[in-house]
C-alpha cells in the first residue's frame, strides 16, 4: 500500500465490477395510452421516454438486486464470500424490517457480510458510492457492493398520467474494492439535501403524512405524489450548480471528463446540462428512452452501458450525478 501526500498510508478504491437486472415485461408509450388520456408523441418530446420494464409477479426489489449483484459478482471475477458490506439504495424496499439488503446478501451466499438499506430517492446509488468510497479508504473494509434497485410500478398510479409515464423498475449493482494505487477512487463528492421541499415529491402513507396544502394530491396513498414542474426547475439549477462546485474542488474541466453519469429524470433536463457543459454526444449518457427514470437504479446501468460498451478504461474521469426526492442531491468524481 502506498503513502498517500498526507504521509499516511493511502487506500485507492477500484471499480472491480458491474452487473444490471430487469423484469421481463415491457410497457411502451403505445401501452400507456390505453391506460391514461396521454400518447406517445406527448411522451417522447416531454420525457423522451419510449418504454420501461415493470416487475410482474414475483420480480421484488430484492430479486433484482439479488440478480444485478450476483452479475457485478461475476463481472469483478471475485467469490461472494469477498464482499464486506452492501449498501443497498431503494425507495421501495420490501418492508422497514428487515432491510431489503440483509436478505439480499444471504442470498447471494455473502452472509455475514454487512448490509443497509439506503434511502436517499434518486439520489441514492450515488450516496451509496460517497459512502461505499469513504468505508474503503479508512482502510476498515475492503470490498463493498453498491446496489440501486427499484420496483417503482408498486407505487405508481396507473390512473395519473402526470406520473405513471416516467417511472420503471430495474437494478443495478457495481462493487469496489480496495487498490494499491491511492490516486484511483472518489476524488470529490458532495451529498445535499434541503428538507423543507419533501412535499414536491413523496409517497404519503397515511393522512398525517400529507403536506398541510393538499393541492395536488391525488387521493390515492402509497403512491407517489409530484409536483413535475418545479421538480424540473430544481434539478436543472441544482445539477448545474452542484456539477460546476465539484468540477471546481478538485480542479477539473469538462473536457477532462470521459463521461458523466447523471441520473435519468428527463431528457430536456440532461439535454440541457449537456449544452450548459459543452459536452460532446455521447460524453453525458443518456438512455432514459430504454428504461424511463428508474430511480436509483437509472445510474448503474448507464455506468453498465459504458462498461459494456468498452468505452471506459482504468485512469478515465467520470463525474456521477443525482437529484431526487427529499430533495436530496450529490456527485461524486471518480478516476477509474
Ligand atoms: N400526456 C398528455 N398530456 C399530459 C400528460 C401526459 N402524460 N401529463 C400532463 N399532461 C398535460 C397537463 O395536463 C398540461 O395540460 P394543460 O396545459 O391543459 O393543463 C400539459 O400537459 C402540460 O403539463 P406540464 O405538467 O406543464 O408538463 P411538463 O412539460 O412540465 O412535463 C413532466 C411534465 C412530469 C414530464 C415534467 O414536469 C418533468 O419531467 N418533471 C420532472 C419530473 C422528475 O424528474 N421527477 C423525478 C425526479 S428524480
Redesign the pocket.
Known sequence: MSTGPDGRAGVGVRLAGVGTALPTRTLTNEDLAGL????DE??TQ??GIKTRYIAENGTTTRSLAVDSLRAAIDDAGMQPGELDMVLLATMTPEMSCPSTAARVVHEVGASPAGAMDLAA??SGFVYGLNHAAALIQTGHYKTVAVIGSETLSKITNYED??TC??FGDAAGAAILTADDDPARGCLAQTMRSEGSLWGE?YVPRTPDDLPESHDGFTGRFNTLQ?N??E??KF?VTTTQSIIDETLENAGVTPTDLAAVIP?Q??RR?LELVKKRMDLPDGKLVINIDKYG?T?AASVPLCLNEKRRAGELSEGDLVLFVA???GMCWTTSLWRL
Open positions: 391514461v388520456d396521454t400518447n406527448w411522451i416531454r420525457t430517492a434518486c398520467r402526470r409515464i416516467l415529491l409530484m413535475g414542474q421538480v424540473f434539478a441520473h429524470s428527463n433536463i427514470n430511480s437529484i431526487g426526492g
